[in-house]
């Protein structure tokens, strides 16, 4: 079993940055791929990026990648997803999200955060 708690979250206007985190408990820690969805109001929760296991490979999606960074620190548990130049369109509530085992596509992660939203002000 994994628990994930997000912070970080908050206002910012367009142009800006915040640092999302994501602490982890559980055992096996380096074993699971940990990623970001989103949710916007009225929309389906989407991918936003993922990291896999022993700080390995990453992935994004198209509307975030060269603004969003995700890193990884196994020694502490913890998940961060840096983002920069924000837009109006990110806002939304951001969940920390993990499985065991590898990113693919359309991953469908078995373990969700409550959640930390994140409004951007044009």
């Known amino acids: 079993q994994v628990q994930l708690e997000e912070s970080g979250g908050g206002l910012v206007q367009a142009g800006g940055s915040l640092r999302l985190s994501c602490a982890a408990s559980?055992?096996?820690?380096?074993?699971?791929?940990m990623g970001w969805f989103r949710q916007a109001p009225g929309k389906e929760r989407e991918f936003v990026a993922a990291?896999?296991?022993?700080?390995?490979?990453?992935y994004y999606t198209d509307f975030v990648k060269g603004r969003f960074t995700i890193s990884r620190d196994d020694v502490k548990n913890m998940v961060y997803l840096e983002m920069n130049s924000l837009k109006p369109e990110d806002t939304a509530v951001y969940y920390c999200?993990?499985?065991?085992?590898?990113?693919?596509?359309?991953?469908?992660?078995?373990?969700w955060g409550q959640g930390t939203q994140v409004t951007v002000s044009s």
């Open positions: 999200v993990a499985s065991l085992g590898s990113y693919y596509v359309k991953w469908k992660p078995t373990y």
């Open positions: 559980g055992r096996a820690f380096v074993r699971y791929v």
């Open positions: 990291i896999n296991w022993s700080g390995g490979r990453t």
